[in-house]
């Protein structure tokens, strides 16, 4: 499966699934993307990247001080410009969130390939690579139909946001 092989965050600024991060935006609350550009920078830390809402328009460049946002706040902003991600909502008393389609996809496939493995009767995750990469709340069997109810509600809130 080509998409788990991507599910490995390494820290980079848009590392993970893709080279796009669908965030709030920092002026209208609306839907905005950052993407990241060809360039590298001099320091090697962060490639150039840019926020554009698709709501209100407003633009935003990776300046320098921005340089210095190593360790971002939560997993569930970005690491460039430190804003929420648009994906994001309450399920099983946590939150449950994803970086951009192909993050939600990913979601939706791996959790409904487990809904699937409980009805032919087998026990267990078989792909503990993956698996220990996600929480717990969201492996758990009991919680299984309730995050993929809250996959379909950041499905919906993805299509809002395009
Ligand atoms: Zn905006």
Redesign the pocket.
């Known amino acids: 499966m080509k998409v788990t092989k991507r599910f490995v965050d390494k820290g980079e600024c848009l590392g993970s699934f893709g080279d796009e991060i669908i965030v709030t ?1 920092p ?2 609350s ?1 839907c ?1 993307v950052i993407r990241q550009s060809d360039r590298e920078l001099p320091s090697g830390w962060f490639r150039l990247a840019r926020l554009v ?1 698709r ?2 328009s ?1 633009s935003q460049g990776l300046q320098k001080s921005h340089l210095q946002l190593i360790s971002y706040r939560h997993r569930r902003h970005d690491h460039c410009f430190d804003r929420p991600v648009w994906l994001q909502t309450p399920c099983c008393g946590e939150v449950l969130w994803a970086r951009n389609e192909a993050h939600l996809e990913f979601l939706e496939a791996y959790v409904g390939a487990q809904l699937r493995e409980r009805a032919r009767g087998e026990q267990g995750w078989s792909n503990h690579s993956v698996g220990s990469r996600m929480p717990l709340w969201m492996k758990s069997a009991k919680n299984r139909e309730e995050v993929m109810k809250g996959l379909g509600r950041l499905r919906v809130r993805l299509k809002a946001g395009a």
Do not use: I, L, P
């Open positions: 935006c002026r209208c609306g905005a809402c709501k209100c407003y």
